[in-house]
């Protein structure tokens, strides 16, 4: 159980178009979701938390506009970077929470995007 | 600031040896937890302890926390090469929905 699916698992895009990534936790109804990004050999930063149905929460220094996100179900919430750029480029992870708690997330295997 | 921070950054050990990770903090939290990252993966959750805990066992796995000197570490016993990975600790503070990964270690057990 407590499976996290995200689609798709690689994009490659042109400079100025825009990306969406899916985050569906498959098996259960996630309350809460998080996205992440991750730099190479870095670690994780969290961007923003999306709770179903309001609008998402973002970090200091996340740009809402570039980063896009609508959180519709309690099974889906997706990520748009909208006119994406090469410093866009970054593996982008999501996680589900059924309770909502920061502590009991299901991580998503991540989206590598990059940006020409 | 970055409020988890792994140490060491890379490790390489051979297998059947011992591996231990240490991450330290700044700030109170509430719960350590630790992940796991296969390249290129998402995380894996492995192991959470509570501000009032101070040692948890899991499989091969002992996480010891140190709230006074704010300091966690992560022991691997008996390796194997199957666990070659990076390792994060991150941290769950009192100030709301506040959770900070620490920058990782990367684990390579050698056959």
């Known amino acids: 159980g407590a499976v996290v699916s995200q689609h798709p698992s690689r994009v490659i895009c042109k400079s100025g178009t825009s990306v969406k990534i899916e985050c569906r936790s498959l098996d259960f109804q996630a309350t809460t979701m998080f996205w992440y990004r991750q730099f190479p050999k870095k670690s994780l930063m969290l961007m923003a938390t999306s709770n179903e149905g309001s609008k998402a929460t973002y970090e200091q220094g996340v740009e809402k506009d570039k980063f896009l996100i609508n959180h519709a179900s309690l099974t889906l919430s997706t990520l748009t970077v909208t006119s994406a750029h090469p410093e866009d480029s970054s593996f982008y992870i999501c996680s589900a929470s059924l309770s909502g708690s920061i502590n009991e997330q299901f991580f998503g295997p991540g989206t590598r995007l990059t940006v020409l | 600031s970055q409020q988890g921070e792994e140490d060491p950054q890379a490790l390489s050990i051979q297998e059947g040896e011992n591996a231990t990770m240490n991450c330290s903090y700044k700030?109170?939290?509430?719960?350590l937890q630790w992940y796991r990252q296969n390249s290129g993966r998402g995380l894996v959750h492995l192991i959470l302890i509570r501000s009032n805990e101070r040692e948890k066992h899991s499989g091969r796995l002992r996480v010891t926390l140190d709230t006074s000197k704010k300091s966690s570490s992560l022991l691997i016993t008996a390796s194997r090469a199957a666990d070659t990975a990076s390792y994060f600790c991150a941290t769950e503070t009192p100030y709301g929905q506040n959770f900070v990964f620490g920058p990782g270690t990367r684990l390579s057990v050698l056959p």
């Open positions: 700030t109170s939290i509430n719960n």
